[in-house]
């Protein structure tokens, strides 16, 4: 259940998508649009959307450029989280978090609980802080970017979100 504070206004951010895979289009990638219909439909700005391969290397230059410009105040990736070979999404990511989220992978698996059950053990999502930048990483496929934009993100990317939220403490995500 969402607390929203009707007296705090609404506060658009920059969201940066990313889809990590090495067989999705811009015409086929479901998971990529849905993420980017769900958070310009909240009211926030797309700052940009690519499809990166799986290839650790090239996601991390993608998120380095992003977490290095301050008008990308977010973002959130799609695939590579799962245990095959190719999953590599966890390993690209988490050596640029200053900080790990650890509550954001463990409640996305008990939201997909009540949906998949134990499946929900193959999931690697994971979220932290890059140069005070939250960086969301969900699996492939489009039921999961609905189940974390919907269960998690969209409240904590939302000022109103109370009792409290990621955006009221961007500003003293950098502080020494």
């Known amino acids: 259940m969402s607390h929203a504070s009707p007296d705090q206004p609404f506060q658009p951010l920059a969201i940066a998508v990313m889809t990590v ?7 086929d990638d479901k998971s990529g649009r849905l993420l980017v219909d769900r958070l310009t439909g909240e009211g926030h700005r797309l700052a940009e959307k690519v499809i990166v391969p799986d290839d650790r290397y090239q996601i991390r230059a993608v998120l380095s450029r992003w977490i290095a ?10 695939g590579g989280t799962g245990l095959t070979g190719r999953d590599i999404t966890p ?8 900080k790990e989220i650890e509550g954001f992978g463990e409640i996305f698996r008990m ?4 949906l998949i059950k134990t499946s929900t053990i193959q999931s690697r999502a994971l979220a ?4 005070g930048t939250p960086i969301f990483c969900l699996p492939g496929s489009p039921g999961a970017c609905k189940d974390g934009w919907d269960g998690i993100i969209r409240h904590q990317l939302d000022l109103r979100h109370k009792p409290c939220n990621l955006v009221e403490m961007m500003p003293r995500f950098l502080e020494k």
């Open 111 to 114: 939201l997909s609980w009540e």
């Open 69 to 78: 410009d301050p008008a990308v105040e977010a973002v959130i990736t799609t």
């Open 21 to 27: 895979s090495d067989s999705r289009t811009e015409e």
């Open 91 to 98: 390993e690209a990511v988490k050596p640029l978090f200053d």
């Open 128 to 131: 932290g802080l890059a140069n």
